[in-house]
């Protein structure tokens, strides 16, 4: 990887006790974009100290800080990955190379879980209906619809996505297979979180993710 050739974006939302791992393991050749949205941690000061570049994005939701950062961003490649500590940034790196050897337009993390805590049977069981329903929808066969997701910058951002919550992976999902970009799916080991989470590790945050990417599906 050459220097810059490679931006990763961090959705924030009060992730300070878990900013120090994830910002160490950022692979050589790729800068880290943390997206603010919102915290009263500390987040946002912690980030800067380890080198990231920190964005504020005022509005609220997964969706919306997603976006900031993929405008923020400069580099040729572009990830998103959650920075709760659950997905080690060092492996971004194995799949930007299926971007680069032309066996894929984007690509999708596939969650292996380390322990049984690392992902809720209640998440995990959501997650494989909306997988279903995304494949029937798309044809494309993806088994997790994941934390985290590499595509070439400039044509990830021709894709216009609008959702601003929680429906914004499916979105993405649904609109590179409309454009007929090539999707691929690469395991990643995921780890227990950092903190207390506010979408899977709760049935109220699984809720409400489901009916963001339901009605993403919808449409």
Request: proline share 5%; aromatic share 6%; hydrophobic share 45%.
């Amino acid at each position: 990887m050459t220097a810059a050739s490679l931006d990763i974006v961090f959705p924030c939302l009060n992730e300070v006790a878990a900013l120090p791992w994830v910002l160490e393991r950022i692979p050589d050749g790729a800068r880290a974009i943390v997206v603010d949205n919102g915290s009263r941690d500390g987040s946002a000061e912690a980030a800067r100290g380890y080198g990231a570049l920190v964005i504020d994005c005022r509005q609220r939701g997964y969706g919306a800080a997603c976006h900031a950062g993929a405008q923020a961003a400069t580099a040729e490649l572009l990830a998103f990955c959650d920075c709760d500590a659950t997905v080690d940034p060092r492996g971004i790196p194995a799949m930007a190379e299926l971007i680069r050897g032309g066996r894929a337009d984007l690509v999708v993390g596939r969650r292996r879980p380390t322990t049984l805590r690392s992902w809720p049977l209640h998440a995990r069981l959501a997650n494989r209906e909306l997988a279903r329903r995304v494949r029937r929808r798309t044809g494309v066969a993806l088994g997790d619809i994941g934390p985290v997701r590499v595509a070439r910058r400039e044509p990830y951002l021709a894709l216009g996505l609008a959702d601003r919550g929680s429906g914004y992976p499916v979105e993405t999902v649904v609109r590179a297979a409309d454009a007929g970009w090539q999707i691929a799916q690469a395991d990643v080991a995921y780890l227990p979180r950092e903190g207390r989470s506010k979408v899977t590790g709760t049935l109220r945050g699984t809720w409400g993710a489901v009916r963001d990417m339901s009605a993403v599906l919808s449409r």
